[in-house]
């Protein structure tokens, strides 16, 4: 079983950065994570995915070279560097865990809103 607690949340301005960070309890070392996002009146969207190795990295186009997946393995987090944030970059950012023996994502944090204003 794997619980995961989302951090980070604060208040930031168009153009500014934001760390946010999804510590684990339980063994993820072999785990994919991701973080996903949902918008107020939109359904969840993938953000980015980094494989249990950190050698692979995967982000959706929006994101792209604005925001950076990481992971300590020592330490189970997973982290995500926000730059450049815009208002549509406002959403609850999830972050979630997949087993290796799964297709998919089953384990969620709670959740930490993310808002950017002017």
């Known amino acids: 079983q794997v619980h995961l607690v989302e951090s980070g949340r604060e208040p930031v301005q168009i153009g500014g950065s934001l760390r946010l960070s999804c510590a684990a309890s339980?063994?993820?070392?072999?785990?994919?994570l991701g973080w996903w996002r949902q918008a107020p009146g939109k359904e969840r969207e993938f953000v980015a995915a980094?494989?249990?190795?950190?050698?692979?990295?995967e982000y959706t186009d929006s994101v792209k070279g604005r925001f950076t997946i990481s992971r300590d393995n020592l330490k189970s987090t997973v982290y995500l560097q926000m730059n450049s944030l815009k208002p549509d970059d406002t959403a609850v950012y999830y972050c979630?865990?997949?087993?290796?023996?799964?297709?998919?994502?089953?384990?969620w944090g709670q959740g930490t809103q993310v808002t950017v204003s002017s």
């Open positions: 339980g063994r993820i070392s072999s785990h994919a």
């Open positions: 980094i494989n249990w190795r950190g050698s692979i990295r």
């Open positions: 979630a865990a997949q087993p290796s023996y799964s297709a998919y994502y089953d384990y």
